[in-house]
């Protein structure tokens, strides 16, 4: 069956979808060996050949979905104009090409999905799943009632108000205080720039949840693949009833394992 070629390209891991068009138009994707720039493009993995940088893609690779503890000090990009490590740079021993399921900022530290699984990440990243991700937030000071309530009803941002928010105090002391917030959307910096839209100053930020995934005890660096039942209760929540979809078969693996410091 005919798709489009970004499609075709996010299926097979390449690249999200909108970094696939970037690929497309730059002139590195050939079909059955004529270049192809237009994103409108469609072709039919199972007949046609289909290259990038000269090389043939394989639709039908093996599907991984990777749960990563992000440090910080690590770009959540395929690669860094500035040569700042990036995090695949931790997933020894993963010979698939994978890619985040959003983004983390380069300070920021976390849970951090990864996949070569194009539409599973695309539905889990669109605004109309509205899944739950909870951040561990350290401020300078004290946090007063008054900014915790402009949190929870939502705030008004240079890219529009937020939607509200679940916002609790955790701890307490002169110098710093610890906050959760629980959101659903996924704009650039949103926590710190709702953090300082009511005055409060980050000093660290932590995802700590990512829907029903949680941090636990994993260590800055150190990943596992996430268990079939996990990428089943994910793909519920991405697929609208009746489809008869059911979760695909993926490679797991129990073993947890740890980058090497650095």
């Known amino acids: ?11 097979a891991g390449i690249a999200s979808r909108r970094e696939s068009e970037t690929i497309i138009a730059a002139g590195r994707v050939a079909v ?3 270049v192809v720039t237009e994103l409108g493009t469609k072709a039919d ?10 090389k043939p893609i394989l639709v039908t690779e093996m599907r991984v979905y990777l749960l990563l503890y992000k440090p910080v000090g690590y770009m959540t990009t395929m690669k860094d104009p500035e040569g700042r490590p990036i995090v695949t740079d931790l997933l020894k021993g993963i010979k698939e090409r994978v890619y985040p399921v959003g983004r983390l900022d380069y300070n920021t530290e976390g849970l951090l999905l990864l996949t ?3 539409a599973f990440a695309n539905m889990l990243m669109h605004p109309s799943h509205e899944v739950d ?11 007063s009632a008054e900014q915790i309530r402009k949190l929870t009803e939502g705030v008004q941002l240079e890219d529009g108000m937020t939607a509200p928010a679940k916002v609790l105090p955790v ?9 959760s917030i629980t959101i659903h959307e996924g704009r650039y910096r949103q926590v710190r720039r709702m953090c300082e839209a009511v005055g409060l100053n980050v000093v ?11 941090i636990g005890d994993m260590k800055p660096g150190e990943f596992r693949h996430l268990s079939a039942e996990e990428v ?7 697929v609208p009833s009746g489809t008869g979809r059911g979760p695909r078969k993926t490679g797991v693996v129990a073993r947890r394992k740890t980058a090497p410091r650095r």
């Open 133 to 143: 991700k909870g951040y561990l937030v350290r401020v300078s000071g004290r946090v």
């Open 1 to 11: 069956m005919q798709e489009r070629l970004q499609k075709i390209l996010s299926q």
């Open 204 to 214: 660290r930020l932590k995802r700590s949840r990512y829907d029903f995934l949680e």
């Open 116 to 118: 070569n699984d194009g």
């Open 32 to 34: 059955n060996g004529v």
């Open 171 to 179: 701890s307490e002391s002169e110098n710093n205080s610890w906050i």
């Open 232 to 238: 089943a209760k994910l793909r519920r929540k991405t």
């Open 45 to 54: 993995p199972d007949s046609d050949t289909i290259t990038v940088d000269g």
